[in-house]
Antibody, heavy 123, light 105 residues
């Protein structure tokens, strides 16, 4: 079964740090780019970051650039998001999502989503 | 930065056709896709590359994209189609529309 399982979401104080993880199974992980997408309570989807199949290219939304770092370990079929200098507006459900495009192609659509992990930034 | 604009809400009667639009500058020059999200659930891809349906998505879901507007059309809308729908495109990064709440009444 194709599956993405996120973990690491907790309550953290403003200015704090957190690392989210996403474990992939059921597909050839290192063939696909991966994304993080977040959704604040009662709000819409917001794309956060993208990493290419080999980790060689990364992209970030302006709202997280310089504070968040995306990475992957293809030997462990895992995706990560290091979140630093957290703010109240980072409070959201964080999803990892698989890109449909094979290897060098990405950004067109996400065909697999995890269930999400909740990050709450509050004092 | 690039923006995609969707109507906040659309209403449709059961069995009728629902159309949800997504507007962006020269959107027709890019690929658009659509996600369905029901309360408490993760998004599900229903249309990709403007008009293609992933495996398992009913034929009543279709899409088009031309000029500045992409459109998701649901023919013979059913109560189970009531959900939030998001369009998405790529422009130096992934961009989502604000979402449209589809009500079937």
């Amino acid at each position: 079964e194709v599956q993405l399982v996120e973990s690491g979401g907790v309550v953290v104080q403003p200015g704090g740090s957190l690392r989210l993880s996403c474990a992939a199974s059921g597909f050839t992980f290192d063939d696909y780019a991966m994304h993080w997408v977040r959704q604040a309570p009662g709000k819409g989807l917001e794309w956060v970051s993208l990493i290419s199949w080999d980790g060689g290219s990364t992209y970030y939304a302006d709202s997280v650039k310089g504070r968040f770092t995306i990475s992957r370990d293809n030997s462990k079929n895992s995706l990560y998001l290091q979140m630093n200098s957290l703010r109240a507006e980072d409070t959201a459900l964080y999803y990892c999502a698989k890109d449909m495009g094979l290897r060098g192609s990405y950004g067109d659509a996400f065909d697999i989503w995890g269930q999400g992990t909740m990050v709450t930034v509050s004092s | 930065s690039y923006e995609l604009t969707q109507p906040p809400s659309v209403s449709v009667s059961p069995g009728q056709t629902a159309s949800i639009t997504c507007s962006g500058d020269k959107l027709g020059d890019k690929y658009a896709c659509w996600y369905q999200q029901k309360p408490g659930q993760s998004p599900v891809l229903v249309i990709y590359q403007d008009s293609k349906r992933p495996s398992g998505i009913p034929e009543r879901f279709s899409g088009s994209n031309s000029g500045n507007t992409a459109t998701l059309t649901i023919s013979g809308t059913q109560a189970m189609d009531e959900a939030d729908y998001y369009c998405q495109a790529w422009d130096e990064g992934v961009v989502f529309g604000g979402g449209t709440k589809l009500t079937v009444l």
